[in-house]
Every structure is written in structure tokens, then in C-alpha cells.
């Protein structure tokens, strides 16, 4: 085993190798020792960045939506500027990532929501920010599009909001159980379609009269 280089490559690689392991069999089933040795990094080393396995565990989260948001920010729709359009861009890069088969359709998040909810708070509430966030920013385009092409209509973009994160993270407990990644397509069509039922009618920003000369 190597030993510990002050560097922060290194814990970059603990929290690389720990993200990686737990995606693939969860917080329990992995264990510090597996990860040191799959980092080819020290026991001692381990413990100079983190307290103890839940410390890396919620630095593993953080390293996980780091990773994602990196990736959102990234994404084609943000140069969008109508906001309805930039909605239907934001649905399209998911769904494409969903067809995507290099991309391991397991969240970091979602997992320890379901697996250690009960058992660590501290993690739990963790998780509930981070998704919360995830709302927040589709709120954010939501809003936008509600206030351009139907300022009076009655909608709980929060709420919204949030029945996406509920789809989006049932699909990927369904893709485990199916074995088929279909399932998030349809549901993130399915969100489209009535997304789209909120907005008939209503696809043209109102525009004001030209004064008459």
C-alpha cells in the first residue's frame, strides 16, 4: 500500500472510489477496508480526511451532487432562453442520459434516502437538501415559463417540482427490479405530457397592443 501523499488528489480518490463502490452495493455492504484497498490507500491514510465511515459517507454525497450539477450545468438547455422550451430541453437531456448505456442509472442520493433514512439522520437530512435543490432549480423554469405564458394559472410549481424528483427516482428504483431503462423514459414522457396539459392553449407570451399613431 502507498503511502499517504498530502495532496488532495488523494482524498479525491477516496471519495471517487467510495461514490463508485456504494452506487454499486450500497453504504452497508461497503466497507472501509475495501475501499482503502481499492484506492490503494492506507488504513491511517483514510482516517487523516475522514472521522469515520459515515463522515466519508456524507462527503460522498456531496461528491456525488457536485459531480451531478457539474454535469446539469453542462447540459444543452441552459442556453435555451424561452422557458418552456428550455423545460422541454431540460426533460430531453434527461431522457437522453436514460438512453445513455455508459451511464450506471443508480442515484447516490436516492440510495441512502432508502437505505439509511432510519438509521442515520444526519445523512438523512442531507439527502432531503440536496433534493430539495434538485427542486429548486426546476422551480426555477417552471416559475419562468408560468409567468411568460400563463401568469394566471393556478399551479403548484413546487409541488411540480417535486413530483418529478419522485419520478425520476421511482424510475431508477424500477430500472433495479426490471432490468429495463425504458422505465425512465416513459416516466420523464409521461411528466411531459402533463406538464404540456398546463400549458394548452397558453404556448404564446402575451403581447402587448401597439399604440395606435
Not at 4 to 29: D, I, R, V, W
Not at 81 to 108: E, N, T, V, Y
Not at 109 to 115: A, K, L, M, R, V
Amino acid at each position: 500500500m502507498k503511502s499517504l501523499k498530502e495532496t488532495p488528489s488523494t482524498k479525491n480518490k477516496l471519495l471517487q472510489t467510495a461514490t463508485e463502490l456504494m452506487l454499486a452495493k450500497g453504504y452497508t455492504a461497503t466497507t472501509v477496508d475495501e475501499i482503502c484497498e481499492k484506492a490503494g490507500i492506507t488504513k491511517g491514510g483514510f482516517f487523516h480526511y475522514f472521522d469515520s465511515k459515515e463522515d466519508l459517507g456524507k462527503a460522498a454525497l456531496e461528491y456525488f451532487w457536485q459531480l451531478q450539477m457539474q454535469m446539469v450545468q453542462e447540459m444543452p438547455f441552459n442556453t435555451i432562453k424561452d422557458p418552456l422550451k428550455r423545460l422541454h430541453g431540460f426533460l430531453d437531456s434527461f431522457a437522453d442520459r436514460a438512453r445513455d448505456p455508459q451511464i450506471i442509472k443508480s442515484c447516490l442520493i436516492g440510495n441512502f434516502s432508502q437505505e439509511l433514512s432510519s438509521t442515520y439522520p444526519g445523512i438523512r437530512s442531507l439527502c432531503d437538501k440536496k433534493f430539495s435543490l434538485f427542486a429548486d432549480m426546476l422551480k426555477q423554469i417552471l416559475d419562468e415559463a408560468k409567468q411568460m405564458y400563463a401568469p394566471r394559472l393556478r399551479i403548484d410549481t413546487r409541488s411540480l417540482a417535486e413530483h418529478f424528483v419522485a419520478i425520476s427516482q421511482g424510475a431508477l428504483v424500477l430500472v433495479k427490479a426490471k432490468q429495463d431503462t425504458k422505465v425512465i423514459e416513459e416516466g420523464i414522457e409521461h411528466f411531459r405530457r402533463y406538464v404540456e396539459s398546463l400549458f394548452t392553449n397558453v404556448r404564446k407570451p402575451a403581447v402587448k397592443s401597439k399604440e395606435r399613431g
